[in-house]
């Protein structure tokens, strides 16, 4: 800053130095003109004659002194804050509309870059893939399927591609109560022992599984996440070589992950060897589809090599096992990286063309305020330009204070963005990769660039309509108004029309997710949905290792559960609708003839007790549900829903016909209502099984009431905990929240949506009324309605007036009233209805259609693009 | 003003340093005495704005070339701002006049080659 001082001095030093040497001089020459003849004034005109301007001689010498750029630019930033200082209502709401723009768009950014561009945590990730099962049938082309424990080994055994295969699966454990602490469910996934090795990653603490502990016959092993150690066991490193129980099995903890390590997924808390927790016979079979595999590709090979060698492998087991009609013919592969922000990617782009389109919005709405201001100003710079003000430096002064008003919007926008993270962090930390999402270099320079751009953007809009070919028109309407001049309106005109056209687009857009949504919310899930509460609850096999003491568990709880006062009905269910596919059977119908080889049935199926149809309301269409009498092996009862019934027997009475699975031949005793499994799913066939039969140990209770539901959660722990203290429950959620919880992708892309679409909206406002303003005060419109505007003006109604000129300006907005040719803002409109249809195909479709999703929002901006362009004409 | 700006253009740039240089070989004299003398001696030919000398002078001091201080004139009573060669400044304008001899010299090759000839 002295140096700022220093310079300062001597510059004014230097100043008056020139003049004085300037001033000496000019007398020098007219005492020698007078010496010449010349007499009085005539002399003096004469000096300055012959000695030229001294206004442009002062300026063309101080500029051989000056710093030259530097100082200029210092003078355009001094010029530029002194201009907007004066003007603090239009500053104020350009910055404020740069800061939202930008601010939306480096927040967007910061999170698409944390989670969609930076690359996996893990060694080499571009060489890892994650690989699926494909066409079980020969035209299928279902999405990606999980991989049988028989297809990895045969994979793994054979393939030349890979350096190494590795198998994940996520499931939940009861981690049991210890010193004090209550027993809880964890989000867990089983590693094979090498999964670690070939992401290739390092326990921060302990060691890595090793073959030897991933087989039935090893003692169990445990590796912890940094979170749990902390959280659970003080992160107190002792914990190394104790053991835990999970799920009442014994298990070593070896080692603790490091903190960012969250695969394969970030609420996972513990990883187990899968050959060791997994039955053999899982791990044996092709038909038992549940695992994820990861590989890491050798060197040299491609993608679609390492498919085509584990296809081969794939369509030799399927010839093997032609008898088995579920075992898969090909492999498929996709990035890691792909898979593992595959349900955010979509939603995470389309909310980046939102922002895109808002900072255009705000972008044309400052140019638009710019301009609005130059027509106002336009005698100053005429004026300017009548004294010699270069072009040049005028552009370089709007620019100058374009990048002003831009650098101040970003640096709040900045602020904005950090305060939306945080706030998303808070919310979403269920995202995937949300924790690699902060404010580093790269968004550091992102905001630069969009500040740069904006201001480049506006700047040259507003520097361009100032043409400097009619000065002398603009000097002669010092006396008149400015209301005939026509050229800027239609700039401006054109400029707003834009915005509200973008507006439009981003409202229809809005309006359309928010629309699905709400439709999405009241989907009829076939069951009721208030008055329900679920919890849920699993008992480990290793305690409960005989169908009658699981049977026996279940009943005495549903008893003791059902008995407590206010309970109008209990269940259980391995799955309530709306909790996820869950699993699926294959079944065939004893009493049809056999279906030909490599063909065979599958629905989804569920164990549920007799009383779970009447607690979670699923209506009994036809018979009855299970007999309460027949348990464990004597329990050979199926329930159907109605489109089992409607898909495999069209022409007949199910009544009375028997399902054969694994072996054992059910009848089937009713036909229950339909229900989705999840929120946005058609409804499938369900064959439900008795859970009577002592078979399945996790699963759902349900607790319907018409009291407060909340009030149910405590006494049902107590019983729980009375039956067995290691018994953790969790997820106690009314249907209503897991509903909510299931949609909350949805909900969270429509808020954010609609609170972009309002922004614009409110941007778009800015920009009629400000401008509006801006220009009235400048130009006194009472010149062009006279009575109107002067019969309000003589009320004090100051708002009406500029309400009015709002009002009008957006209905000839709409309208295109003017000149008939000028419709842009109904054009904008139809464009975005035609971009509509396929954002609704894309929300009322099933997920697997979420492809069209991208293609939508091309022709959502192509629309926006086609408005323009026909607004320029 | 306007007739004059031909013969202003006619100067080449950075001839006009080299004539104040020359001009300030005699001994240290001030933007009016330059103008003057430059006018005098090329009889009347350049009739340059005195003015355009002053951004020119100061170009030169900025270079190190002359340096400048306020001096009574002896003839009249005030102070005026006079402009001294300095040791490199002389450098500058022998540097200056050969590379402007080479340039005539090579204009008039181009220009009168039937002199040569003869």
Redesign the interface.
């Known amino acids: 800053m002295n140096w700022w001082h220093i310079n300062r001095w001597q510059t004014k030093k230097r100043d008056a130095?020139?003049e004085?040497?300037?001033r000496?001089?000019l007398e020098?020459?007219e005492e020698e003109q007078r010496d010449s003849g010349i007499s009085g004034e005539e002399a003096r005109y004469a000096a300055l004659?012959?000695?030229?301007?001294?206004t442009?001689?002062r300026e063309?010498?101080r500029?051989?002194?000056s710093w030259n750029w530097l100082e200029s630019l210092a003078r355009d930033l001094r010029f530029s804050l002194r201009t907007l200082r004066r003007t603090p209502g239009f500053t104020v709401i350009a910055v404020l509309v740069m800061a939202l723009g930008i601010g939306a768009n480096v927040a967007l950014f910061t999170v698409v870059r944390g989670v969609l561009l930076k690359p996996l945590p893990f060694q080499d990730p571009n060489r890892l893939v994650m690989l699926y099962e494909a066409d079980l049938y020969e035209d299928d082309t279902a999405g990606f399927n999980v991989v049988s424990g028989g297809m990895y080994a045969e994979w793994k055994n054979q393939n030349l591609s890979y350096r190494s295969l590795a198998l994940a699966q996520d499931i939940r454990v009861g981690l049991s109560g210890s010193g004090g602490q209550l027993p809880e469910k964890l989000n867990s996934a089983l590693f094979s022992w090498d999964m670690l090795r070939t992401l290739g990653v390092q326990p921060a603490l302990g060691r890595d599984f090793t073959e030897a502990d991933d087989n039935p016959a090893a003692s169990g092993t445990v590796l912890l996440s940094w979170g749990l150690w902390k959280r659970r066991f003080g992160g107190d490193p002792a914990i190394l070589n104790q053991t835990i129980d999970l799920d009442a099995q014994p298990h070593t903890v070896i080692g603790v992950m490091p903190a960012w390590f969250d695969f394969p997924d970030p609420s996972t808390q513990l990883w187990t060897p899968v050959y060791h927790d997994k039955p053999e016979a899982t791990m044996l079979s092709f038909s038992n589809h549940q695992f994820r595999v990861v590989g890491r590709l050798k060197p040299g090979v491609s993608a679609s090599q390492g498919v085509a060698d584990l296809s081969i492998i794939s369509q030799r087991v399927h010839n093997e096992h032609l008898n088995d009609p579920f075992v898969f013919r090909s492999a498929k592969s996709r990035p890691l990286l792909e898979h593992i922000v595959g349900e955010i990617k979509k939603p995470l782009y389309v909310l980046l063309e939102a922002t895109c389109c808002l900072l255009l919005i705000a972008c044309l709405n400052v140019a638009n305020l710019l301009v609005a201001r130059a027509a106002a100003r336009r005698k100053e710079l005429a004026i300017r330009t009548a004294l010699g003000g270069g072009w040049l430096r005028l552009i370089g002064e709007r620019l100058m204070e374009c990048l002003l008003l831009s650098a101040s919007g970003g640096a709040l926008g900045l602020l904005l963005a950090l305060a939306a993270l945080q706030w998303l962090m808070q919310t979403r930390h269920d995202m995937s990769r949300i924790e690699s999402v902060h404010i580093d270099g790269v968004v550091a320079a992102f905001t630069v660039g969009v500040i740069i751009i904006c201001a480049l953007f506006s700047g040259l809009i507003a520097a361009f309509s100032i043409s400097d070919k009619r000065i002398l028109g603009a000097l002669h309407e010092a006396t008149r108004s400015v209301g005939g001049d026509s050229a800027r309106p239609t700039l401006r005109k054109v400029l707003l029309t834009l915005e509200v056209g973008l507006t439009v687009i981003l409202l229809i857009g809005a309006g359309l997710l928010l629309k699905s949504y709400e439709r999405l919310r009241s989907a009829d899930m076939g069951c009721i949905t208030q008055d329900v509460i679920s919890m849920h609850l699993g008992i480990p096999d290793a305690r409960y290792p005989t169908s009658a003491q699981r049977a026996n568990f279940y009943d005495t709880l549903l008893d003791r559960v059902g008995a407590l006062p206010g309970v109008d009905a209990a269940g259980f269910v391995t799955s309530v609708p709306g909790q996820g596919y869950g699993m699926d059977w294959s079944f065939s119908v004893v009493e049809h003839p056999p279906l030909p080889q490599g063909s065979g049935l599958f629905a989804l199926s569920r164990w549920a007790d007799p009383k779970y149809f009447r607690a979670i309301g699923i209506p009994i269409l036809r018979g009855r549900t299970f007999d309460a009498g027949k348990r464990l092996d004597a329990a050979n009862e199926v329930v159907i829903s109605q489109s089992f019934a409607a898909q495999y027997f069209p022409n007949e009475d199910p009544l009375g016909r028997h399902l054969r699975v694994r072996g054992k031949d059910f009848v089937i005793v009713g036909i229950v209502g339909d229900t989705r499994y999840a929120i946005g799913e058609t409804p499938r066939p369900v064959q439900y099984y008795p859970l009577d039969a002592g078979v399945e140990t996790v699963g759902t209770l349900v607790i319907r009431s018409s009291h407060d539901l909340e009030q149910f959660a405590l006494p049902v722990q107590r019983i729980v905990s009375e039956m067995d203290p290691d018994l953790p429950v969790s997820d106690v959620l009314t249907m209503n929240q897991l509903l909510g919880k299931s949609t909350l992708d949805q909900s969270f892309n429509t808020a954010l949506l609609v609170a972009f679409a309002t922004l614009s909206l409110v941007l778009a406002a800015v920009g009629l009324f400000g401008v509006d303003v801006v220009h009235r005060n400048a130009t006194d419109d009472r010149n062009r309605h006279p009575r109107r505007a002067g019969r309000k003006a003589r009320t004090g109604d100051a708002e009406g007036v500029a309400g009015w000129n709002a009002a009008r300006g957006l209905g000839k907005l709409v309208v295109g009233t003017r000149k008939p040719a000028w419709k842009p803002a109904s054009c904008c409109a139809i464009c975005s209805m035609g971009s509509s249809r396929s954002i609704r195909r894309f929300m009322l479709e099933s997920p697997q259609r979420c492809s069209q999703w991208p293609r939508s929002h091309v022709s959502f901006l192509h629309g926006a693009h086609r408005a323009s362009i026909r607004c320029k004409h | 003003?306007a007739k004059q700006a031909p013969q202003r253009v006619g100067l080449l740039q950075g001839t006009l340093d080299m004539l104040i240089l020359r001009t300030l070989l005699y001994g240290p004299a001030?933007?009016?005495q330059i103008g003057k003398h430059i006018q005098r001696t090329t009889n009347e030919f350049l009739q340059m704005?005195?003015?355009?000398l002053?951004?020119a002078l100061?170009?030169l001091e900025?270079r190190g070339w002359v340096v400048s201080k306020w001096e009574t004139a002896p003839d009249?009573n005030?102070?005026?701002?006079y402009y001294r060669l300095t040791d490199k400044g002389r450098k500058q304008l022998v540097t200056e006049e050969s590379q402007w001899k080479q340039m005539a010299e090579a204009v008039a090759r181009v220009m009168w080659p039937a002199r040569e000839h003869n």
């Open positions: 130095d020139l004085r040497e300037l000496s001089d020098l020459e004659r012959a000695f030229g301007n001294p442009l001689i063309q010498t500029a051989i002194w | 003003m001030h933007g009016h704005q005195h003015g355009s002053y951004p100061h170009r900025k009249r005030r102070e005026f701002k």
